[in-house]
């Protein structure tokens, strides 16, 4: 696992998150003493760039925001020019609970890309209303795709091998929820390998959640849209890392 550590880069998008940042990478360093962290400041207006330099991370800033998808783009480019094998998407906002990514990374071992699933039995976290029934539809329609079970098919916890690594960098969707759905889609549709491990999601430490209860609605029907876009889109193929 020490080996593998040392190929891996926790690349954490964040947008306006001054006030949870530090202690997410405190925490990553206290889970995994050494590993690389990248936060990729997506166009932040506060201090998102200058806690997460205090805190010991490198910092990648975009000058405008791209959103989740536009900035993990930009962290698999740089995982790659700068040698890391492995990527794993953590939330800034202190969702994600760092002590979790070694089951991940020991997932990837029978896979190219690994979802921390909620709705998988760990935690209790709960979505309801519309955006619940999104998350379990899509769900259900993308294990069809992926041809294993998922729970979970829009959590942004993930942690991505070489090849996956490689497709990303060059595929990755920057469209609101492609980087979920659509992400998977390509990931499948490109022969790769996907599964799920159970994960237990956690309160925001700080900062303003993304869904509010009145985009719960829009939520579906953007979901619903990701998923038609993926599927209509032409498939890509896999490089191989250094190619």
Not at 1 to 17: C, D, S
Not at 41 to 61: E, H, M, P
Not at 201 to 213: D, T
Request: glycine share 10%.
């Amino acid at each position: 696992m020490q080996m593998l550590l040392g190929q891996t880069l926790i690349v954490l998008p964040a947008f306006n998150e001054e006030q949870s940042i530090g202690s997410v990478i405190a925490e990553i360093e206290q889970s995994m003493p050494g590993v690389a962290r990248l936060v990729v400041d997506d166009g932040s207006a506060d201090r998102t760039s200058a806690v997460s330099a205090a805190a010991g991370a490198d910092i990648l800033r975009i000058p405008f925001n791209l959103g989740v998808g536009g900035a993990m783009r930009a962290g698999f480019r740089f995982a790659l020019q700068e040698g890391y094998h492995t990527v794993v998407q953590l939330d800034a906002d202190g969702q994600h609970d760092p002590a979790a990514v070694p089951d991940l990374l020991h997932a990837l071992e029978n896979a190219d890309v690994v979802i921390g699933a909620r709705f998988a039995g760990a935690g209790d976290y709960a979505a309801k209303g519309p955006r619940r029934w999104a998350i379990g539809v899509l769900s259900a329609i993308l294990s069809k795709i992926c041809g294993v079970r998922l729970t979970d098919a829009t959590s942004g916890f993930k942690a991505m091998g070489p090849r996956a690594v490689a497709l990303f960098a060059e595929h990755y969707p920057a469209e609101y929820l492609g980087d979920t759905v659509e992400a998977l889609v390509i990931a499948a549709r490109a022969g790769l390998t996907i599964t799920q491990v159970p994960t237990a999601m956690r309160p925001r430490q700080g900062g303003a959640p993304s869904h509010r209860p009145f985009r719960a609605t829009l939520y579906l029907a953007r979901a619903c849209m990701a998923l038609v876009f993926a599927l209509i889109r032409p498939a890509v193929t896999v490089r191989s890392v250094g190619e």
